[in-house]
């Protein structure tokens, strides 16, 4: 979505040219994968919320960069940086979304998976939409905030739902 269209075209295509575009691309790769790995061991320690939330502060920091940061010739560093950051709070959503799902869908997993991938898919139509009608990208850095906002908000209910249930659960039992 707003990586693969906004971030290559705004901040690493315009200012370092189209040959960057690869590098920084397989670095989010690898740090998302390997990220995704290690996420796979932390939740059996900490459990969802707090990987969860570094992947909110990760998307927080990266976005508010990205809102004040001029990009210049010699800071093609910071590219790469923000590419890493960006692939290890993707694992984060990515692994925890899923296994949210799984949880919450036990008996009807498929229509879950899939009302997930229907959404997701949507949000990377939109991206690439309006990358190719020309939004700017500070719109959507601030839209970006927006959504990971709610979208948090959002999660933190459910969590509170959640262990209500719970709660309720076992005081009947």
Same mark, same amino acid.
């Given at each position: *979505?707003?990586?693969?269209?906004?971030?290559?075209?705004?901040?690493?295509?315009?200012?370092? *040219?189209?040959?960057?575009?690869?590098?920084?691309?397989?670095?989010?790769?690898?740090?998302?994968?390997?990220?995704?790995?290690?996420?796979?061991?932390?939740?059996?320690?900490?459990?969802?919320?707090?990987?969860?939330?570094?992947?909110?502060?990760?998307?927080?920091?990266?976005?508010?960069?990205?809102?004040?940061?001029?990009?210049?010739?010699?800071?093609?560093?910071?590219?790469?940086?923000?590419?890493?950051?960006?692939?290890?709070?993707?694992?984060?959503?990515?692994?925890?979304?899923?296994?949210?799902?799984?949880?919450?869908?036990?008996?009807?997993?498929?229509?879950?998976?899939?009302?997930?991938?229907?959404?997701?898919?949507?949000?990377?139509?939109?991206?690439?939409?309006?990358?190719?009608?020309?939004?700017?990208?500070?719109?959507?850095?601030?839209?970006?905030?927006?959504?990971?906002?709610?979208?948090?908000?959002?999660?933190?209910?459910?969590?509170?739902?959640?262990?209500?249930?719970?709660?309720?659960?076992?005081?009947?039992?």
């Amino acid at each position: *979505g707003f990586f693969g269209a906004d971030f290559t075209a705004g901040f690493v295509t315009c200012a370092y *040219g189209v040959h960057t575009v690869g590098r920084v691309l397989i670095l989010f790769g690898v740090c998302d994968a390997l990220a995704s790995i290690g996420f796979g061991f932390l939740v059996k320690l900490t459990g969802r919320i707090p990987i969860l939330i570094l992947g909110c502060c990760i998307n927080l920091i990266v976005l508010s960069i990205m809102l004040i940061w001029k990009p210049t010739t010699s800071s093609v560093a910071v590219v790469y940086i923000l590419a890493a950051l960006w692939g290890i709070a993707d694992a984060a959503w990515q692994t925890q979304i899923n296994g949210l799902y799984g949880v919450l869908f036990k008996t009807n997993k498929e229509a879950a998976f899939s009302n997930y991938k229907l959404w997701e898919s949507l949000g990377f139509l939109f991206a690439f939409i309006t990358q190719a009608l020309g939004v700017c990208v500070f719109s959507k850095l601030i839209l970006a905030l927006v959504f990971l906002s709610l979208g948090m908000a959002g999660y933190f209910v459910l969590e509170l739902r959640l262990n209500c249930k719970a709660d309720m659960s076992s005081v009947r039992n």
